[in-house]
């Protein structure tokens, strides 16, 4: 018996019977970062259920191109995951600060460059099961060199890969940070005339 259907059109109205709302909630813990959350929720047949969530300020990427078509990259350890990843720059906002200026601050500091022309491409969803996280992707262009303004206790080494070394290391299984993908699908989707960017020069 097939159990396959199209996917219907997302349409906010007509999502009643997926909806789960709260009822009451606790905050579990609040440190200078996280701020973890327990909240009780109906389920759309009436039911309970607990949901388990991070409640997170969100975040930028940056896709940063040099002019002979190389990217800007990163390499830093990640604690949780016991290992040194490889990353495109990315960080988090700051309280009240826009995207657009967490993009640019996040590149100068970690990558020490500076771009003439940015482009927003859109905001992924790296953790929609436990975070309220959403990432805003970057494209940046026409850059110039410049000196790294790491945080105190921020080590990051800087480096340059093609588009065709990083999807190499993707197929490999030696590239796996969500985010960075994302921004290869996107890169590879604007190259290839898919997908559009709008591009504007910094202020």
């Known amino acids: 018996m097939n159990r396959t259907s199209t996917i219907p059109p997302i349409a906010p ?3 009643a ?3 789960e709302d709260g009822i009451a909630g606790t905050q579990v813990y609040r440190g200078d970062f996280l701020d973890v959350r327990l909240d009780q ?8 259920a607990n949901r388990e969530y991070i409640v997170h300020p969100g975040a930028v990427m940056i896709v940063p191109l040099l002019d002979d078509g190389r990217l800007v990259v990163e390499r ?7 290992c040194v990843i490889l990353e495109f720059p990315a960080g988090k906002l700051d309280h009240g600060e826009s995207p657009f200026q967490c993009a640019v601050r996040e590149l100068a500091e970690e990558t020490g460059y500076r771009a003439q ?8 969803h790296n953790a929609v099961a436990y975070s309220t996280e959403g990432i ?3 494209f940046a ?12 206790g921020e080590f990051i080494d800087v480096g340059s890969a093609t588009e065709d070394e990083l999807n190499e290391l993707a197929r490999r299984g030696e590239l796996t940070d969500a985010k960075t993908l994302i921004g290869l699908l996107w890169l590879a989707r604007w190259r290839a005339g898919h997908w559009k960017l709008q591009w504007q020069p910094t202020l």
């Open 136 to 138: 805003e992707v970057w």
């Open 41 to 48: 929720v109906r389920l759309p047949d009436g039911g309970g």
């Open 13 to 15: 109205d007509s999502d």
């Open 76 to 82: 830093q350890y990640r604690y949780p995951v016991g």
């Open 17 to 19: 019977h997926l909806r």
């Open 141 to 152: 262009r026409r850059l110039t060199a410049g000196d790294q303004c790491l945080d105190v």
């Open 117 to 124: 022309e940015w482009a927003r491409a859109g905001v992924l």
